[in-house]
Structure formats: C-alpha cells, structure tokens
C-alpha cells in the first residue's frame, strides 16, 4: 500500500475505478476535476507500480468544526484486504489536522460491506435520506463520527484484532 496525495494526473486512473465502481450514478470527469482541485478538500490515491488502485477524498474546510467523506473507491480486485481502513482512517486524520471535530458521510444501504467498515471505526447512522441514490432509487444511511472517540474506537479495534491474532496462532479458533 502506498498512499499519496492525489494529483490532476491522477485523473484518468480515479475515473477509471469511479466509473467502474458507480456505474449508475459515476461522479462526472468535470466534477472529480473539481474536487481534486479544491482547497477545501484532501484527495489522497493507494497506487502499486505506479497505477491507481483506489481513491478517497475529504472536504474539511481549515478550522472548520465538521468534515465529509466525500468518496472512497477501490479496484474490484483489491476490496476487502483492509486498503479502505487505512485509506479512511488516513482522510480522518487529514480531517481532523484541519480542526475538524466531527465527520459525516453518505453510503448506499446496498452497501453492507461499507456500512460494516465505517461502524467498526466508530461511525454511527444519524439518518436516512430515501431514494438519494439516482437513477436506482437507494436510500443514504447518513453516519456521524466524533473525532473526539475516535482514539478510543482504534483502541478497542487494535485490541480486538490482537486477540483474534492470539486465537489463530494458538489454533484456538478457526478450526472446524
């Protein structure tokens, strides 16, 4: 994993993986042009040999008090390998140097996958926004993190995964 601040040449790569990954409802070249050039917000990619693997980006206006996850995408192939944690966790720290004290963010109700990742790092649902996903018509479960909690949900989350590494190495568990 190598990620670094994204760059306007690094368009073509984001768009490929966006477009593949929202095929319905893929932001606009014009528009990921926009944000990756924005002040307001801290695009970062996770690249291998050069390429373009996966993207996200946060909008924290400096010393602002609240901040949005605006996107986070992978390459189908490289989902579920715990990229996406440290790529969110990488914006939530950029977040909050810019003095933000509380994150939000959209993501589909189709998405269990994310909706998993973002509760197990301490976000949780204030809402729902019907049919805000268009032209599917899929609800947006709208999540808050307090920044604040945030050292103690990492905490929690290191100490969980340090013991299910105990229960493999002593072959306490994963055995049928």
Do not use: C
Not at 17 to 41: C, G, K, R
Not at 117 to 130: A, C, M, N
Not at 146 to 156: K, Q
């Amino acid at each position: 994993m190598s990620l670094r601040a994204a760059t306007p040449d690094d368009l073509a790569g984001i768009m490929a993986i966006e477009q593949a990954s929202f095929p319905t409802d893929a932001w606009s070249v014009e528009a990921m042009a926009a944000e990756l050039a924005s002040p307001h917000n801290r695009y970062l990619v996770d690249e291998v040999d050069g390429v373009v693997i996966g993207y996200g980006g946060v909008r924290a206006l400096q010393g602002g008090a609240d901040a949005d996850i605006q996107t986070i995408a992978f390459d189908a192939a490289r989902r579920g390998g715990g990229l996406g944690r440290a790529l969110l966790r990488a914006l939530l720290d950029a977040a909050s140097e810019r003095g933000a004290r509380e994150v939000f963010l959209e993501v589909r109700a189709d998405n269990p996958a994310a909706e998993g990742l973002y509760l197990s790092e301490g976000f949780e649902e204030i809402g729902r926004r019907p049919g805000y996903y268009q032209p599917d018509d899929v609800d947006a479960i709208v999540m808050r993190l307090d920044l604040a909690n945030r050292g103690n949900v990492l905490r929690r989350s290191l100490s969980e995964e340090r013991s299910d590494e105990t229960k493999l190495s002593d072959g306490t568990e994963g055995q049928e």
